[in-house]
């Protein structure tokens, strides 16, 4: 079960590189076809939606790497006990937050498709594919951090 969640968490961090390559590629492109008098279609849009997947699918692998800002001045005054229960509700309220955002993320996702609302930009694209990117995001994040909670609840300590 370790292998398989840090596999999801490495593919996700992957995704989120991938994306952030592309967002380099489709700029270097809008650059030289400016030069060359032309122009790459909704280049902006499609670099927006990489940016949007690239920071959604990168949620999980950075917290795996305890790359997000933690504020620990508070926790380090407590004694130890009170500094376990601390981490483990710090947890549960960000599953919980995430979780929230996740349903209401997945009801977006579900109203853009049923609308078939489109981007206005010069290619129109389904506004419910760019936006599953952040539903994947989100729910890869919520398996992080329930991930944590159970080795924190088995071992006393966050992985």
């Known amino acids: 079960m370790r292998a398989s969640l840090d596999w999801v968490y490495r593919i996700s961090?992957?995704?989120?590189?991938?994306l952030l390559i592309l967002i380099g590629a489709l700029t270097v492109a809008q650059i030289v076809s400016r030069l060359?008098?032309?122009n790459v279609p909704s280049a902006d849009d499609f670099a927006?939606?990489?940016?949007?997947g690239s920071l959604f699918f990168g949620l999980a692998s950075t917290h795996r790497a305890r790359g997000h800002a933690r504020a620990l001045a508070v926790r380090d005054m407590l004694p130890?006990?009170?500094q376990h229960w601390l981490e483990l509700g710090c947890l549960m309220v960000m599953i919980a937050l995430l979780a929230w955002l996740a349903w209401y993320t997945l009801d977006l996702v579900m109203t853009s498709y049923g609308m078939n609302e489109r981007t206005?930009?010069?290619?129109?694209?389904?506004?419910?594919i760019p936006m599953s990117s952040m539903l994947i995001g989100i729910l890869v994040m919520v398996v992080s951090g329930i991930d944590d909670l159970v080795v924190a609840l088995r071992?006393?300590?966050p992985d």
């Not at 961090?13 to 991938?18: E, I, L, P």
């Not at 927006?48 to 949007?52: I, K």
């Not at 206005?120 to 419910?128: D, E, S, T």
Request: aromatic fraction near 6%; charge should be positive; charged fraction near 5%.
């Open 48 to 52: 927006t939606f990489c940016m949007g």
């Open 155 to 157: 071992t006393g300590k």
């Open 80 to 82: 130890k006990p009170a």
């Open 120 to 128: 206005l930009g010069l290619v129109p694209i389904p506004v419910w």
């Open 13 to 18: 961090g992957a995704v989120s590189v991938v």
């Open 36 to 38: 060359l008098g032309s």
